[in-house]
């Protein structure tokens, strides 16, 4: 469900864990997250965009544009 997650993590070199404290999870559930085994929570995908500076669009596959919108 969720396969740029996994992308952009290893994108990046970082272990599941790592990711699963940036958005205040366990590493169970960031696993399940990745394996679309449980939906990913609007606050969590604010935080996973942010981390990654993309979009949420991105992340969920609306669109193929990696960069993010301007901030508010």
């Not at 939906?39 to 990696?66: G, M």
Request: no cysteine; charged share 35%.
């Amino acid at each position: 469900m969720y396969k740029r997650i996994k992308e952009l993590r290893e994108d990046n070199d970082k272990k599941q864990i790592e990711v699963a404290l940036i958005i205040g999870t366990s590493q169970q559930y960031y696993s399940e997250y990745e394996n679309g085994k449980r939906p990913i929570p609007i606050e969590k995908l604010k935080k996973l965009a942010i981390f990654y500076n993309t979009s949420i669009d991105y992340i969920v596959e609306l669109t193929n544009e990696r960069a993010p919108y301007k901030r508010v």
